[in-house]
């Protein structure tokens, strides 16, 4: 389980001058330094330049980081894939065993890397003062550069890091025998979206009868524009897993962490002006993007969430800011959004869901599958409670307000009462005084 620890060591000019702020986290037994970013194009947005320092023998290392498109803006290390050669080959990042988890930036280093950035405290360059060696921004710049750090792909692909036992090794069997993982359909039966769904769900029930939930956390939110076209905004959740026998082969198991992202996707609208010239909002992508984050406020709404990590919870942060240990999981551990184009989604994917050029929405294959059921109806009744509360709300409201109304009402009705009665009364004595002072002569 990792160990966090922030420092902010600053030093203070002029109050008009910015604020130099030296940023560090300390998560395990390493130092980790934000250095400076670039901005890069839509798809990419921005890379971040990371320097880890071990605390044990204070060696240093530098790598990159990008936000993933199709992850929703979670952070991946950013390495050219090994055996890319020539820019004539259509680019690739480096990904690992598993296509999601292999480059995975540890949590708690994405989550202190869009504080600083939301707070403007790691500094802007351009891509003309980036060192030759920086690959990953020379590659996505199109400057030729091939300076491989081998040492980084070592701790990539690194087999210890994997971690392989039941019921999770159902899933590796199927992509090896299938060739069916996140990323990758090529089996023609699994392209059928009942039966992709069918296998899931036969593993969620496996996943399920193996492991209780302790608890569920909420650890982080993310903000994303995805593909020019989604906003979205999310909440990172970690669950705690227990298995209900302890797996005495593999005891490494019997306590995991599932980490998931749960969105709020609302389409990106464009304004422009009617025929009256008045300004109006519309979307200009597919109607499936509609489609997809409509019901944003009401009651009983689909919720997005998806698993995107399994690790052991002893798993830490290596140098190069990804985890020691994860559980591979096949098409299980995915995202929310795939390449709409056949082998990587299903044909009832791609021509329902597909919300933009590239891509396609598959958040369905997660809706009842085991423990992500679990924390959607948790949500979905916080939602409605909520919900409810509100209209309650309104309803007492209005209810007071009648109450205030209507007795408001009655005061004034009452005050008028009291002052015709009290001029009554008056008019009465003064009459009945005139009355006594003539019988008595006194006029």
Known sequence: MSKRKTLLSSSKSSSS??????????????????????????????????????????VEENFWIYKSNSELGLWRLCIIRRNFRSFSEEFSFEKGEDYVQTTLIHIDLQLYVNKLLKNGLIPEVILSEIEKDD???????????FEFNDKIYDVINDKNRIIKGEPFETLIKVKQRNNVYCGNIT????????????????????????????????????????????????????????????????PILNDIYLYTLTVILTPKLQIHL???????KHN??????VDICKNKFIKN???????????????????YGIYTQYIPTGLYICKLFDYAIPKQ?????????????????????????????????????????RYDKRIKTKRSSRSKSITSFIKKKLLKEHKKKREHFKKEK??????????????MGLF
């Open 17 to 58: 001058e910015r604020r130099i702020i030296d940023p560090h986290i300390i998560i395990d037994n390493y130092k980790f330094t934000a250095v400076r970013y670039v901005s890069l194009d839509v798809r990419y947005q921005l890379v971040v330049n990371i320097r880890s320092e071990s605390l044990i023998d204070g």
């Open 135 to 145: 690959q990953c921004v020379c590659f996505i710049s199109s400057d030729r550069c």
């Open 187 to 250: 089996d023609y039966e699994y392209e059928d979206n009942e039966r992709l769904l069918k296998f899931l769900h036969t593993f969620s029930q496996e996943f399920g009868s193996d492991y209780n939930i302790v608890d569920i956390k909420q650890i982080g939110t993310t903000d994303f524009l995805f593909e020019d076209a989604i906003h979205t905004h999310g909440k990172i959740n970690r669950i705690h897993l227990r298995r209900k026998i302890n797996y005495m082969d593999k």
């Open 274 to 280: 009617d025929e009256d010239n008045n300004p109006k």
């Open 284 to 289: 200009i992508y597919s109607s499936n993007v």
């Open 301 to 319: 709404r689909t919720i997005h969430s998806f698993p995107f990590l399994l690790t052991p919870i002893t798993s830490e942060i290596n140098e």
């Open 345 to 385: 989604c299903t044909r009832l994917e791609i021509t329902n869901k597909k919300c933009c050029e590239r891509y396609a929405y598959i958040g369905k294959r997660y809706i009842n599958l085991f423990p992500i059921s679990y924390l959607n109806k948790m949500i979905r009744d916080k939602i409605n409670l």
């Open 426 to 439: 008056n008019e009465k004595e003064r009459n009945d005084f005139i009355e006594k002072a003539l019988k």
